[in-house]
Protein backbone atom coordinates (compact mmCIF):
# COMPACT_ATOMS: atom_id res chain seq x y z
CA UNK A 1 0.00 0.00 0.00
CA UNK A 2 1.22 3.26 -0.86
CA UNK A 3 1.08 6.58 1.40
CA UNK A 4 -2.65 7.51 1.52
CA UNK A 5 -3.10 10.69 1.29
CA UNK A 6 -5.11 12.79 3.97
CA UNK A 7 -7.01 14.62 1.54
CA UNK A 8 -9.77 12.35 0.42
CA UNK A 9 -11.35 12.35 3.99
CA UNK A 10 -13.19 16.10 5.25
CA UNK A 11 -12.53 15.04 9.03
CA UNK A 12 -8.70 15.02 8.30
CA UNK A 13 -8.90 17.94 5.96
CA UNK A 14 -10.08 19.74 8.91
CA UNK A 15 -7.01 18.66 11.04
CA UNK A 16 -5.20 19.34 8.30
CA UNK A 17 -2.50 16.80 9.00
CA UNK A 18 0.93 16.03 7.12
CA UNK A 19 3.03 13.22 6.67
CA UNK A 20 6.35 13.01 8.16
CA UNK A 21 6.76 9.12 8.00
CA UNK A 22 5.16 6.32 6.41
CA UNK A 23 7.37 2.93 7.32
CA UNK A 24 6.29 -0.87 7.54
CA UNK A 25 4.62 -0.76 11.09
CA UNK A 26 5.40 2.62 11.91
CA UNK A 27 3.92 6.24 10.79
CA UNK A 28 4.64 9.87 12.20
CA UNK A 29 2.33 12.42 11.29
CA UNK A 30 2.40 16.33 12.54
CA UNK A 31 -0.72 18.32 13.37
CA UNK A 32 -0.44 21.99 12.75
CA UNK A 33 -1.88 24.57 14.95
CA UNK A 34 -5.38 26.01 14.13
CA UNK A 35 -7.56 27.95 16.40
CA UNK A 36 -10.41 25.67 16.27
CA UNK A 37 -9.02 22.98 18.05
CA UNK A 38 -8.62 25.20 21.09
CA UNK A 39 -10.61 24.11 24.58
CA UNK A 40 -11.69 27.44 25.20
CA UNK A 41 -11.74 31.00 24.65
CA UNK A 42 -9.58 32.32 26.92
CA UNK A 43 -7.05 29.07 27.18
CA UNK A 44 -3.93 27.87 24.95
CA UNK A 45 -5.23 24.34 25.05
CA UNK A 46 -6.21 21.58 22.23
CA UNK A 47 -9.59 20.54 22.95
CA UNK A 48 -8.95 16.48 24.10
CA UNK A 49 -11.24 15.38 21.45
CA UNK A 50 -8.45 16.57 18.72
CA UNK A 51 -5.96 14.57 20.31
CA UNK A 52 -7.60 11.50 20.43
CA UNK A 53 -8.75 12.21 16.60
CA UNK A 54 -4.88 12.40 15.90
CA UNK A 55 -4.34 8.52 17.90
CA UNK A 56 -6.88 7.07 16.19
CA UNK A 57 -5.71 8.26 12.85
CA UNK A 58 -2.09 7.54 13.45
CA UNK A 59 -2.82 3.91 14.86
CA UNK A 60 -5.04 3.07 12.23
CA UNK A 61 -2.05 4.33 9.51
CA UNK A 62 0.63 2.26 11.69
CA UNK A 63 -1.83 -0.85 10.92
CA UNK A 64 -2.02 0.40 7.70
CA UNK A 65 1.40 -0.08 6.41
CA UNK A 66 1.11 -3.65 7.68
CA UNK A 67 -2.25 -4.61 6.25
CA UNK A 68 -2.21 -2.79 3.12
CA UNK A 69 -5.72 -1.40 3.89
CA UNK A 70 -7.44 1.03 6.66
CA UNK A 71 -9.12 -0.32 9.47
CA UNK A 72 -12.01 0.03 11.29
CA UNK A 73 -11.59 1.30 14.71
CA UNK A 74 -13.07 -1.17 17.23
CA UNK A 75 -11.72 0.66 20.34
CA UNK A 76 -8.94 2.98 21.40
CA UNK A 77 -7.90 3.70 24.96
CA UNK A 78 -6.29 8.00 25.10
CA UNK A 79 -4.34 8.69 28.06
CA UNK A 80 -3.23 12.51 28.45
CA UNK A 81 -0.91 13.38 30.31
CA UNK A 82 -0.25 16.98 30.10
CA UNK A 83 -1.74 19.88 28.59
CA UNK A 84 -1.07 19.86 24.77
CA UNK A 85 -0.53 23.37 24.21
CA UNK A 86 -1.22 25.77 20.81
CA UNK A 87 1.93 24.58 18.39
CA UNK A 88 1.96 21.56 16.28
CA UNK A 89 1.44 17.95 17.13
CA UNK A 90 3.95 15.29 16.42
CA UNK A 91 2.49 11.42 16.91
CA UNK A 92 4.14 7.94 16.46
CA UNK A 93 1.93 5.32 15.47
CA UNK A 94 3.22 1.88 15.93
CA UNK A 95 1.82 -1.57 14.92
CA UNK A 96 2.00 -3.78 17.87
CA UNK A 97 0.42 -6.68 16.57
CA UNK A 98 -0.78 -7.53 13.34
CA UNK A 99 -3.76 -10.26 13.51
CA UNK A 100 -5.83 -12.30 11.46
CA UNK A 101 -9.21 -10.81 13.19
CA UNK A 102 -7.71 -7.98 15.27
CA UNK A 103 -4.98 -5.91 15.20
CA UNK A 104 -3.41 -3.47 18.16
CA UNK A 105 -1.34 0.23 17.91
CA UNK A 106 0.25 1.81 20.13
CA UNK A 107 0.17 5.46 19.38
CA UNK A 108 2.66 8.76 20.87
CA UNK A 109 1.75 12.39 20.61
CA UNK A 110 4.24 15.04 21.65
CA UNK A 111 4.74 18.65 21.60
CA UNK A 112 7.09 20.82 19.36
CA UNK A 113 9.57 20.59 22.29
CA UNK A 114 9.32 17.02 22.03
CA UNK A 115 7.34 16.34 25.61
CA UNK A 116 5.29 13.73 25.65
CA UNK A 117 1.73 14.36 25.89
CA UNK A 118 -0.96 11.91 25.29
CA UNK A 119 -0.40 8.33 24.51
CA UNK A 120 -3.01 5.68 22.41
CA UNK A 121 -3.68 1.99 22.17
CA UNK A 122 -6.52 0.40 20.09
CA UNK A 123 -7.91 -2.50 18.73
CA UNK A 124 -8.45 -2.37 14.80
CA UNK A 125 -10.41 -4.61 12.84
CA UNK A 126 -8.08 -6.54 10.25
CA UNK A 127 -10.02 -6.13 6.68
CA UNK A 128 -10.60 -9.74 5.09
CA UNK B 1 -23.28 24.58 38.91
CA UNK B 2 -25.41 26.30 35.64
CA UNK B 3 -25.79 24.38 32.29
CA UNK B 4 -22.52 25.69 30.84
CA UNK B 5 -22.66 27.16 27.37
CA UNK B 6 -20.95 25.25 23.98
CA UNK B 7 -20.28 29.24 22.57
CA UNK B 8 -16.68 29.70 24.94
CA UNK B 9 -14.98 26.50 23.55
CA UNK B 10 -13.52 27.14 19.74
CA UNK B 11 -13.85 23.76 19.33
CA UNK B 12 -17.35 22.89 20.68
CA UNK B 13 -18.29 25.61 18.34
CA UNK B 14 -17.11 23.98 15.33
CA UNK B 15 -18.98 20.46 16.18
CA UNK B 16 -22.33 22.56 16.61
CA UNK B 17 -23.14 20.98 20.04
CA UNK B 18 -26.80 21.54 21.45
CA UNK B 19 -28.34 20.99 24.49
CA UNK B 20 -30.93 18.67 25.46
CA UNK B 21 -30.46 18.07 29.06
CA UNK B 22 -28.58 18.89 32.26
CA UNK B 23 -29.49 16.91 35.32
CA UNK B 24 -27.69 16.03 38.38
CA UNK B 25 -25.62 13.08 37.24
CA UNK B 26 -26.65 12.88 33.51
CA UNK B 27 -26.73 15.17 30.76
CA UNK B 28 -27.39 14.92 26.97
CA UNK B 29 -26.02 16.45 24.06
CA UNK B 30 -27.04 16.27 20.43
CA UNK B 31 -24.36 16.94 17.56
CA UNK B 32 -26.44 18.14 14.42
CA UNK B 33 -24.29 16.45 11.28
CA UNK B 34 -21.92 18.39 9.30
CA UNK B 35 -19.71 17.74 6.17
CA UNK B 36 -16.37 17.99 7.67
CA UNK B 37 -17.15 15.37 10.15
CA UNK B 38 -17.26 12.76 6.96
CA UNK B 39 -14.23 9.89 7.34
CA UNK B 40 -13.83 10.02 3.51
CA UNK B 41 -15.20 11.51 0.35
CA UNK B 42 -16.96 8.84 -0.69
CA UNK B 43 -18.46 7.80 2.69
CA UNK B 44 -21.57 8.30 4.76
CA UNK B 45 -19.38 7.58 7.98
CA UNK B 46 -18.87 9.59 10.66
CA UNK B 47 -15.16 9.79 11.11
CA UNK B 48 -14.23 8.32 14.25
CA UNK B 49 -12.48 11.31 15.68
CA UNK B 50 -15.83 12.83 15.99
CA UNK B 51 -17.75 10.44 17.97
CA UNK B 52 -14.60 10.64 20.77
CA UNK B 53 -14.83 14.15 21.13
CA UNK B 54 -18.47 13.82 21.76
CA UNK B 55 -18.06 11.30 24.21
CA UNK B 56 -15.38 13.06 26.20
CA UNK B 57 -17.45 16.18 26.03
CA UNK B 58 -20.83 14.51 27.51
CA UNK B 59 -18.75 12.22 30.28
CA UNK B 60 -16.92 15.71 31.28
CA UNK B 61 -20.42 17.29 31.95
CA UNK B 62 -22.10 14.45 33.25
CA UNK B 63 -19.50 14.98 35.77
CA UNK B 64 -19.52 18.85 35.81
CA UNK B 65 -22.80 18.71 37.11
CA UNK B 66 -22.11 17.08 40.73
CA UNK B 67 -18.54 19.13 41.03
CA UNK B 68 -19.39 22.36 39.86
CA UNK B 69 -16.43 22.73 37.32
CA UNK B 70 -15.74 21.35 34.41
CA UNK B 71 -12.85 18.32 34.62
CA UNK B 72 -9.91 17.41 32.99
CA UNK B 73 -10.17 13.84 31.20
CA UNK B 74 -7.17 11.42 32.71
CA UNK B 75 -8.43 8.64 30.06
CA UNK B 76 -10.95 7.44 27.60
CA UNK B 77 -12.05 4.23 26.07
CA UNK B 78 -14.18 4.27 23.25
CA UNK B 79 -15.99 1.49 21.52
CA UNK B 80 -17.31 2.26 18.07
CA UNK B 81 -19.90 0.00 18.29
CA UNK B 82 -21.64 0.21 14.37
CA UNK B 83 -21.06 2.66 11.91
CA UNK B 84 -22.48 6.31 12.29
CA UNK B 85 -23.94 7.33 9.34
CA UNK B 86 -25.00 11.59 8.04
CA UNK B 87 -27.53 12.89 10.52
CA UNK B 88 -27.68 14.07 14.07
CA UNK B 89 -25.91 12.30 16.70
CA UNK B 90 -27.48 11.66 20.12
CA UNK B 91 -24.90 11.28 23.46
CA UNK B 92 -26.13 10.72 27.31
CA UNK B 93 -23.94 10.73 29.57
CA UNK B 94 -23.81 9.62 32.65
CA UNK B 95 -21.68 10.38 36.04
CA UNK B 96 -20.91 6.53 37.75
CA UNK B 97 -18.81 7.68 40.30
CA UNK B 98 -17.64 10.95 41.72
CA UNK B 99 -14.60 10.57 44.45
CA UNK B 100 -12.39 12.99 46.09
CA UNK B 101 -9.10 12.91 43.54
CA UNK B 102 -10.93 11.09 40.54
CA UNK B 103 -14.19 10.68 39.30
CA UNK B 104 -15.82 7.90 36.58
CA UNK B 105 -18.51 8.83 33.45
CA UNK B 106 -20.45 6.40 30.78
CA UNK B 107 -21.52 8.25 27.51
CA UNK B 108 -24.39 6.41 25.00
CA UNK B 109 -24.07 7.41 21.69
CA UNK B 110 -27.35 7.03 18.98
CA UNK B 111 -28.65 8.07 15.55
CA UNK B 112 -31.50 9.62 15.17
CA UNK B 113 -33.15 5.97 15.23
CA UNK B 114 -32.05 5.39 18.20
CA UNK B 115 -29.30 3.12 17.33
CA UNK B 116 -26.29 2.49 19.93
CA UNK B 117 -23.42 3.60 17.41
CA UNK B 118 -20.84 3.86 20.78
CA UNK B 119 -20.22 3.71 24.26
CA UNK B 120 -17.25 5.37 26.04
CA UNK B 121 -16.31 5.17 29.87
CA UNK B 122 -13.52 7.57 30.87
CA UNK B 123 -11.53 8.78 34.77
CA UNK B 124 -11.79 12.55 35.01
CA UNK B 125 -9.79 14.53 37.53
CA UNK B 126 -11.74 16.29 40.13
CA UNK B 127 -11.46 19.60 40.84
CA UNK B 128 -9.68 20.61 44.28
CA UNK C 1 -25.32 -23.50 24.35
CA UNK C 2 -26.00 -25.12 27.98
CA UNK C 3 -24.60 -23.31 31.08
CA UNK C 4 -21.07 -24.73 31.69
CA UNK C 5 -19.57 -25.76 34.93
CA UNK C 6 -16.65 -23.59 36.25
CA UNK C 7 -15.46 -27.19 37.01
CA UNK C 8 -13.45 -27.54 33.83
CA UNK C 9 -11.39 -24.86 34.70
CA UNK C 10 -8.32 -24.56 37.07
CA UNK C 11 -8.50 -21.09 37.74
CA UNK C 12 -11.88 -20.85 38.13
CA UNK C 13 -12.14 -23.59 40.25
CA UNK C 14 -9.57 -21.82 42.54
CA UNK C 15 -11.89 -18.49 42.59
CA UNK C 16 -14.78 -20.76 43.40
CA UNK C 17 -17.27 -19.04 41.19
CA UNK C 18 -21.44 -20.00 41.55
CA UNK C 19 -23.54 -19.50 38.68
CA UNK C 20 -26.79 -17.47 39.47
CA UNK C 21 -28.11 -16.51 35.88
CA UNK C 22 -27.66 -17.79 32.56
CA UNK C 23 -29.94 -16.04 30.08
CA UNK C 24 -29.50 -14.98 26.31
CA UNK C 25 -27.35 -12.05 26.73
CA UNK C 26 -26.64 -11.61 30.03
CA UNK C 27 -25.66 -14.01 33.24
CA UNK C 28 -24.67 -13.48 36.39
CA UNK C 29 -22.13 -14.88 39.02
CA UNK C 30 -21.32 -15.09 42.58
CA UNK C 31 -17.71 -14.62 43.94
CA UNK C 32 -17.34 -16.20 47.31
CA UNK C 33 -14.79 -14.54 49.51
CA UNK C 34 -11.43 -16.59 50.17
CA UNK C 35 -8.42 -15.37 52.02
CA UNK C 36 -6.23 -15.98 49.33
CA UNK C 37 -7.77 -13.10 47.34
CA UNK C 38 -6.60 -10.44 49.92
CA UNK C 39 -4.29 -7.80 48.81
CA UNK C 40 -2.34 -7.59 51.95
CA UNK C 41 -2.45 -9.73 55.20
CA UNK C 42 -3.61 -6.56 57.35
CA UNK C 43 -5.77 -5.72 54.99
CA UNK C 44 -9.94 -6.89 54.29
CA UNK C 45 -9.53 -5.58 51.01
CA UNK C 46 -9.47 -8.18 47.59
CA UNK C 47 -6.63 -7.73 45.46
CA UNK C 48 -7.81 -5.73 42.30
CA UNK C 49 -6.35 -8.66 39.95
CA UNK C 50 -9.02 -11.26 41.55
CA UNK C 51 -12.01 -8.65 41.27
CA UNK C 52 -10.28 -8.37 37.27
CA UNK C 53 -10.45 -12.36 36.43
CA UNK C 54 -14.03 -11.97 37.70
CA UNK C 55 -14.92 -9.14 35.07
CA UNK C 56 -13.11 -11.01 32.41
CA UNK C 57 -15.06 -14.00 33.16
CA UNK C 58 -18.92 -12.64 33.63
CA UNK C 59 -18.18 -10.63 29.84
CA UNK C 60 -16.88 -13.90 28.25
CA UNK C 61 -19.62 -15.93 29.15
CA UNK C 62 -22.56 -12.79 28.76
CA UNK C 63 -21.40 -13.42 24.79
CA UNK C 64 -21.22 -16.91 24.86
CA UNK C 65 -24.67 -17.06 25.96
CA UNK C 66 -24.98 -15.60 22.59
CA UNK C 67 -22.79 -16.82 19.88
CA UNK C 68 -22.56 -20.63 21.46
CA UNK C 69 -18.98 -20.75 22.88
CA UNK C 70 -16.60 -19.21 24.94
CA UNK C 71 -14.73 -16.27 23.22
CA UNK C 72 -11.10 -15.17 23.40
CA UNK C 73 -10.74 -11.84 25.20
CA UNK C 74 -8.86 -9.30 23.13
CA UNK C 75 -8.76 -6.25 25.35
CA UNK C 76 -10.26 -5.52 28.62
CA UNK C 77 -11.03 -2.39 30.68
CA UNK C 78 -11.68 -2.31 34.43
CA UNK C 79 -12.45 0.66 36.83
CA UNK C 80 -11.71 -0.12 40.53
CA UNK C 81 -14.57 1.96 41.81
CA UNK C 82 -14.36 1.27 45.99
CA UNK C 83 -12.78 -1.20 47.84
CA UNK C 84 -14.33 -4.58 47.57
CA UNK C 85 -13.76 -5.88 51.09
CA UNK C 86 -14.07 -9.44 52.62
CA UNK C 87 -17.64 -11.39 51.62
CA UNK C 88 -18.55 -12.30 48.70
CA UNK C 89 -19.00 -10.39 45.09
CA UNK C 90 -21.37 -10.72 42.51
CA UNK C 91 -21.25 -9.57 38.99
CA UNK C 92 -23.56 -9.50 36.07
CA UNK C 93 -22.43 -9.32 32.46
CA UNK C 94 -24.13 -8.35 29.21
CA UNK C 95 -23.63 -8.60 26.03
CA UNK C 96 -23.57 -5.06 24.19
CA UNK C 97 -22.60 -5.91 21.15
CA UNK C 98 -22.13 -9.28 18.77
CA UNK C 99 -20.39 -9.19 16.00
CA UNK C 100 -19.10 -11.07 12.94
CA UNK C 101 -15.57 -10.37 14.16
CA UNK C 102 -15.77 -9.15 17.28
CA UNK C 103 -17.98 -8.88 20.51
CA UNK C 104 -18.27 -5.98 23.27
CA UNK C 105 -19.73 -6.88 27.24
CA UNK C 106 -20.44 -4.65 29.45
CA UNK C 107 -19.89 -5.90 33.45
CA UNK C 108 -20.77 -4.53 36.69
CA UNK C 109 -19.57 -5.63 40.31
CA UNK C 110 -21.05 -5.22 43.48
CA UNK C 111 -20.62 -6.38 46.95
CA UNK C 112 -23.10 -7.81 48.95
CA UNK C 113 -24.23 -5.12 50.38
CA UNK C 114 -25.73 -4.04 46.34
CA UNK C 115 -22.84 -1.15 46.60
CA UNK C 116 -21.02 -1.41 42.76
CA UNK C 117 -17.29 -1.93 43.59
CA UNK C 118 -15.99 -2.02 40.27
CA UNK C 119 -17.09 -2.07 36.18
CA UNK C 120 -15.51 -3.49 33.21
CA UNK C 121 -15.78 -3.29 29.26
CA UNK C 122 -14.11 -5.41 26.57
CA UNK C 123 -13.76 -6.57 23.47
CA UNK C 124 -14.08 -10.26 22.68
CA UNK C 125 -13.34 -12.51 19.08
CA UNK C 126 -16.49 -13.41 17.77
CA UNK C 127 -15.96 -17.64 17.03
CA UNK C 128 -15.48 -18.69 13.29
CA UNK D 1 11.36 2.93 49.16
CA UNK D 2 12.95 0.13 49.62
CA UNK D 3 11.47 -3.02 47.28
CA UNK D 4 8.62 -4.19 48.95
CA UNK D 5 8.42 -7.74 49.40
CA UNK D 6 5.73 -10.12 47.88
CA UNK D 7 4.99 -12.42 50.99
CA UNK D 8 3.03 -9.54 53.00
CA UNK D 9 0.15 -10.10 50.32
CA UNK D 10 -2.40 -13.07 50.59
CA UNK D 11 -3.21 -13.08 46.35
CA UNK D 12 0.56 -12.35 45.51
CA UNK D 13 1.49 -15.41 47.47
CA UNK D 14 -0.88 -17.04 45.81
CA UNK D 15 0.56 -15.94 42.43
CA UNK D 16 4.32 -16.77 43.66
CA UNK D 17 5.70 -13.64 42.38
CA UNK D 18 9.69 -13.50 41.73
CA UNK D 19 11.73 -9.76 42.13
CA UNK D 20 13.58 -9.53 38.76
CA UNK D 21 14.55 -6.05 39.31
CA UNK D 22 13.43 -3.01 41.10
CA UNK D 23 14.72 0.33 39.80
CA UNK D 24 14.10 4.20 39.58
CA UNK D 25 10.73 3.92 37.31
CA UNK D 26 11.24 0.30 36.16
CA UNK D 27 10.27 -3.09 37.75
CA UNK D 28 10.74 -6.90 36.37
CA UNK D 29 8.67 -9.60 38.22
CA UNK D 30 8.43 -13.45 37.23
CA UNK D 31 5.75 -15.03 37.11
CA UNK D 32 6.16 -18.81 37.63
CA UNK D 33 3.49 -21.36 36.18
CA UNK D 34 1.73 -23.31 38.51
CA UNK D 35 -1.87 -25.76 37.63
CA UNK D 36 -4.05 -23.57 39.13
CA UNK D 37 -3.31 -20.77 36.29
CA UNK D 38 -4.86 -22.84 33.40
CA UNK D 39 -8.07 -21.77 31.90
CA UNK D 40 -9.39 -25.26 30.86
CA UNK D 41 -8.32 -28.87 32.19
CA UNK D 42 -7.76 -29.75 28.67
CA UNK D 43 -5.48 -26.08 27.57
CA UNK D 44 -2.30 -25.28 28.23
CA UNK D 45 -2.96 -21.84 28.23
CA UNK D 46 -2.92 -19.30 30.96
CA UNK D 47 -6.48 -17.94 32.26
CA UNK D 48 -6.05 -14.33 30.96
CA UNK D 49 -7.65 -13.15 34.84
CA UNK D 50 -3.97 -13.96 35.95
CA UNK D 51 -2.22 -12.38 33.23
CA UNK D 52 -4.12 -9.37 33.72
CA UNK D 53 -3.26 -9.49 38.12
CA UNK D 54 0.59 -9.66 37.01
CA UNK D 55 -0.14 -6.60 35.10
CA UNK D 56 -1.72 -4.77 37.57
CA UNK D 57 1.00 -5.73 39.92
CA UNK D 58 3.80 -4.90 37.75
CA UNK D 59 2.39 -1.30 36.99
CA UNK D 60 2.00 -0.40 40.42
CA UNK D 61 5.18 -1.02 41.94
CA UNK D 62 6.84 0.46 38.38
CA UNK D 63 5.09 3.72 40.42
CA UNK D 64 6.08 2.71 43.40
CA UNK D 65 9.57 3.09 43.12
CA UNK D 66 8.98 6.58 42.23
CA UNK D 67 5.98 7.39 44.84
CA UNK D 68 7.35 5.79 47.63
CA UNK D 69 4.75 3.83 48.62
CA UNK D 70 2.06 1.25 46.51
CA UNK D 71 -1.07 3.07 44.46
CA UNK D 72 -4.86 2.25 44.07
CA UNK D 73 -5.52 0.98 40.78
CA UNK D 74 -8.01 3.57 39.22
CA UNK D 75 -8.46 1.97 35.73
CA UNK D 76 -6.59 -0.43 33.59
CA UNK D 77 -6.71 -1.42 30.14
CA UNK D 78 -5.18 -5.06 29.04
CA UNK D 79 -4.57 -6.46 25.82
CA UNK D 80 -4.11 -10.16 25.28
CA UNK D 81 -1.82 -10.87 21.76
CA UNK D 82 -0.98 -14.13 22.24
CA UNK D 83 -1.93 -17.29 23.68
CA UNK D 84 0.37 -17.13 27.12
CA UNK D 85 1.22 -21.34 27.24
CA UNK D 86 2.52 -23.05 30.53
CA UNK D 87 5.88 -21.85 31.51
CA UNK D 88 6.82 -18.31 33.57
CA UNK D 89 5.85 -15.28 32.58
CA UNK D 90 7.81 -11.85 32.52
CA UNK D 91 6.45 -8.21 33.60
CA UNK D 92 8.21 -5.09 32.69
CA UNK D 93 6.40 -2.06 34.33
CA UNK D 94 7.59 1.55 33.50
CA UNK D 95 6.00 4.69 35.13
CA UNK D 96 4.93 6.83 32.05
CA UNK D 97 3.63 9.68 33.86
CA UNK D 98 3.83 10.74 37.59
CA UNK D 99 1.64 13.30 38.50
CA UNK D 100 0.33 15.12 42.10
CA UNK D 101 -3.43 13.18 41.41
CA UNK D 102 -2.93 10.07 39.28
CA UNK D 103 0.13 8.32 37.83
CA UNK D 104 0.20 6.45 34.44
CA UNK D 105 1.87 3.09 33.85
CA UNK D 106 3.00 0.81 30.93
CA UNK D 107 3.69 -3.30 31.29
CA UNK D 108 4.63 -5.69 28.80
CA UNK D 109 4.34 -9.21 29.24
CA UNK D 110 6.88 -12.22 27.96
CA UNK D 111 6.81 -15.52 27.80
CA UNK D 112 9.89 -17.49 28.37
CA UNK D 113 11.08 -17.09 24.66
CA UNK D 114 10.56 -13.37 24.50
CA UNK D 115 7.77 -13.21 22.57
CA UNK D 116 4.88 -10.33 23.64
CA UNK D 117 1.72 -12.16 25.14
CA UNK D 118 0.02 -9.17 26.65
CA UNK D 119 0.66 -5.70 27.39
CA UNK D 120 -1.03 -3.08 29.85
CA UNK D 121 -1.81 0.39 30.56
CA UNK D 122 -3.38 1.99 33.50
CA UNK D 123 -4.13 4.92 35.74
CA UNK D 124 -3.12 4.75 39.41
CA UNK D 125 -4.09 7.30 41.96
CA UNK D 126 -0.48 9.29 43.66
CA UNK D 127 -0.69 8.70 47.63
CA UNK D 128 -1.51 12.34 49.39
Redesign the interface.
Known amino acids: MDRPSFD????????GLEWIRWEPGEVEIRLPFR????????SDWY????V???I??AGDYALATRVGDGL???????????PARKGALLAVGRA??V?R??C?A?VEVRDESGQ?VA?G?G?F?TPK
Open positions: VSPYQRFLEEFLRADDHGGVAALDIPTVDLRVDWLRVKGTVTDLVRTA
